[in-house]
């Protein structure tokens, strides 16, 4: 018989030869878009990596302290879902207790090992001036290198994994042999460090199961019925109106995008996010019109990156203030019943007239009745108004009405009042000296025009002789405003021709 040993079963671990690695010195190559690293996103695989690399030798003056730093980069990787953290080398500085250039030479350290890749180099441009509502006196903050986690290839051999693609990019898409002994070695190191710190140690075959209820075979039957469970919360539906069909959200996607029309901050938001949003107002009976007019309220920030989430928060913020209502009661909506008796028509007309005045309304309860019974009950009684003796035509031909009107001494009422009875308007009254005074100039218009007919037909008659006895021999006419001269010069020439 043979011996079988005791121990445990242990794998020999074939120790990796340490993969080559080339300090990166280059600048250039520390980029993150340029560096040979892959990027990693879990701080937990940064710090693997980091202790890897420092631990193994690789840089000559990388130690303690890169590593404390490593750390610091670790922690401030969990605020990014990329990987990224801020720099801040004077905060680092005041962390750790070293001075700022300790902390830029560990920082170089990590970049020559290929732990970390610049994402964005810092500047002394105030960072306050890009916000738009930055002003004099608001201070001043520089702008911060950012660092994205990566793991260079040397790490990636050591520990057998199979990359797919290079540099920033690459994925892990399998591990080799070796590796996988490497990982099976790890995990038996980390259960033997759980175990040891129970204070017990025992081969996992061999341990009870406790996680499941052991089930008893009842009448030899090798399998039981299972039995349900039984519910503990009520099965009850919730109301109709509180739940959110299809045809509900589609109409709130069509309120949603109503108001990326109209709120200017809303315009490059999602329709479906932000109905989602809005929904607790949306379920609650507010309409487009509300929802419009309240949210062009709100005090929104110039530089809003996630609208959905101010939304969101705002929405909650104010319910809980008491500065949103859940139902909108200070926008009602107008009633859309008839009126079909003119009951509000006829308030309205009489309280334009007056008359729900108390005055009126005790007249029209009191007085009025019994005003028109004693009317009523009067006897009749022959008019006294005399009678005209030619009934009265309210029409008759408009050329006789307007030969009426050219009277220009009849004023309009008495012009009507002759057409209603057919008589001759009144002949107003001729004052002698406003007629002489018209008589004078007309007379005096007929003596300058006859005056005027004259001297034009002298003109046209000796034209010819005026302009011989002209002096200068000007070929000028005599003027319409000189006859006599004209007249006497034509004289002087028939006198001269009949002594030669």
Not at 192 to 208: F, K
Not at 317 to 346: K, M, N, V
Not at 349 to 376: C, I, K, M
């Amino acid at each position: 018989m043979h011996d079988h040993p005791t121990s445990d079963h242990r794998t020999e671990e074939t120790p990796l030869a340490r993969p080559e690695f080339t300090l990166i010195h280059d600048q250039s190559n520390q980029e993150w878009h340029t560096t040979a690293s892959r990027q990693l996103c879990r701080s937990a695989d940064f710090l693997a990596a980091a202790h890897h690399m420092i631990n193994s030798g690789y840089h000559p003056k990388a130690g303690a302290t890169t590593l404390r730093l490593a750390k610091v980069f670790a922690a401030r990787m969990r605020t990014s879902r990329h990987g990224h953290f801020t720099f801040a080398a004077d905060a680092t500085a005041r962390a750790l207790g070293v001075s700022r250039r300790t902390v830029m030479y560990a920082a170089q350290h990590l970049r020559e090992l290929g732990l970390i890749a610049y994402v964005e180099h810092g500047t002394k441009a105030n960072v306050l001036r890009t916000k738009g509502t930055w002003k004099p006196g608001d201070g001043y903050r520089a702008t911060a290198t950012l660092f994205a986690a990566v793991a260079p290839p040397a790490y990636d051999q050591a520990h057998g994994r199979r990359l797919s693609g290079h540099g920033y990019h690459a994925r892990i898409i399998g591990v080799t042999d070796q590796g996988r002994r490497q990982a099976v070695a790890a995990a038996r190191r980390k259960a033997e460090a759980q175990h040891a710190a129970h204070g017990t140690r025992c081969t996992p075959s061999v341990v009870v199961s406790t996680d499941h209820l052991q089930v008893q075979i009842e009448g030899g039957k090798k399998y039981t019925p299972r039995k349900r469970a039984a519910r503990k919360t009520s099965t009850l539906r919730r109301p109709d109106d509180n739940r959110t069909t299809p045809q509900r959200c589609a109409q709130h996607i069509t309120v949603a995008e109503h108001l990326q029309t109209e709120v200017w901050w809303l315009n490059s938001t999602c329709s479906r996010k932000l109905a989602y949003a809005l929904r607790p107002l949306l379920n609650a009976g507010w309409s487009a019109p509300s929802l419009v007019a309240e949210l062009r309220t709100w005090g929104v920030p110039g530089h809003l990156r996630n609208a959905i989430a101010y939304v969101h928060h705002e929405v909650a913020r104010r319910q809980d203030c008491g500065d949103l209502p859940t139902t909108p009661s200070a926008h009602p909506t107008p009633s859309a019943q008839a009126d079909d008796h003119a009951e509000r028509y006829t308030k309205l007309l009489r309280s334009l007239n007056g008359t729900d005045a108390p005055a009126w309304q005790h007249y029209e309860t009191h007085l009025r009745p019994a005003l028109r019974q004693a009317l009523t009950s009067r006897p009749s009684q022959p008019s006294r108004r005399p009678t005209t003796s030619c009934p009265s035509h309210l029409r008759e031909p408009e050329h006789l009405f307007w030969k009426t009107l050219t009277d220009p001494g009849a004023s309009a009422l008495e012009a009507y009042r002759c057409r209603g009875t057919r008589l001759a308007c009144p002949k107003p009254e001729v004052h002698e000296g406003w007629m002489a005074a018209l008589r004078d100039q007309q007379a005096a218009e007929r003596a300058f025009a006859e005056l005027r007919a004259e001297l034009e037909t002298g003109r046209t008659a000796r034209a010819p002789g005026c302009t011989e006895g002209s002096p200068h021999g000007s070929s000028r006419g005599c003027l319409p405003s000189s006859p006599q001269r004209c007249a006497e010069s034509s004289t002087k020439g028939s006198e001269a021709q009949t002594g030669s």
